[in-house]
């Protein structure tokens, strides 16, 4: 799906909405796989649940 989960977490942890936008934060699915597979254990899929909703607001603007 060409995702770079590590970048979008990072976006999403400074609230950074145009920008996990641009790397398409919206086409994640939310397996958990990144999650799960995370050396240092980051949230990336609590990350990404947060930012979907301030990314379709900033959208429908």
């Given at each position: 799906m060409l995702l770079y989960p590590n970048q979008i977490s990072i976006y999403c942890?400074?609230?950074m909405v145009?920008?996990?936008?641009?790397?398409?934060?919206?086409d994640?699915?939310?397996?958990?796989i990144c999650a799960y597979v995370c050396?240092?254990?980051?949230?990336?899929?609590?990350?990404?649940?947060?930012?979907?909703p301030l990314i379709q607001e900033?959208?429908?603007k």
């Open positions: 942890e400074a609230s145009e920008e996990a936008d641009q790397w398409n934060t919206m994640c699915i939310e397996c958990g050396p240092s254990k980051r949230p990336i899929t609590q990350l990404v649940q947060s930012m979907k900033m959208v429908s």
